[in-house]
């Protein structure tokens, strides 16, 4: 599986992003869909997981009530709605799928990853 995010960009802190995460090969509804994001010098942390069927979701206590997850496996992406940002939330964002379609929020539980997408908030 390939995974291609997109949708970063530079936002004020109170506005809202969507990212997406765009998959190609192997059979996308059956892989459960994480976002991680990570900062200089720190270890890529959790932020959001989708299950295959897009019935689940989990979220990182930070982001809970501000992000939303999503998926269209008829378009084989899967997105990120990021509303309220806070400062803390500038980091380079990651999707990553399983080969499960099972939530989880370790980072080794995932095989596959996209190259990530920055976003930056400002005051």
């Known amino acids: 599986v390939q995974l291609q995010a997109s949708g970063g960009g530079l936002v004020q802190a109170g506005g809202s992003l969507r990212l997406a995460c765009a998959a190609s090969?192997?059979?996308?509804?059956?892989?459960?869909v994480g976002w991680f994001r990570q900062t200089p010098g720190k270890e890529r942390e959790f932020v959001a997981v989708?299950?295959?069927?897009?019935?689940?979701?989990y979220y990182a206590d930070s982001v809970k009530g501000r992000f939303t997850a999503s998926r269209d496996n008829a378009k084989n992406t899967v997105y990120l709605q990021m509303n309220s940002l806070k400062l803390e939330d500038t980091a380079v964002y990651y999707c990553?799928?399983?080969?499960?379609?099972?939530?989880?929020?370790?980072?080794?539980?995932?095989?596959?990853w996209g190259q990530g997408t920055q976003v930056t908030v400002s005051s």
């Open positions: 990553a799928a399983r080969r499960s379609f099972v939530v989880h929020s370790a980072t080794q539980e995932y095989s596959y």
């Open positions: 090969g192997g059979t996308f509804s059956t892989s459960a």
């Open positions: 989708i299950s295959g069927s897009g019935g689940a979701t």
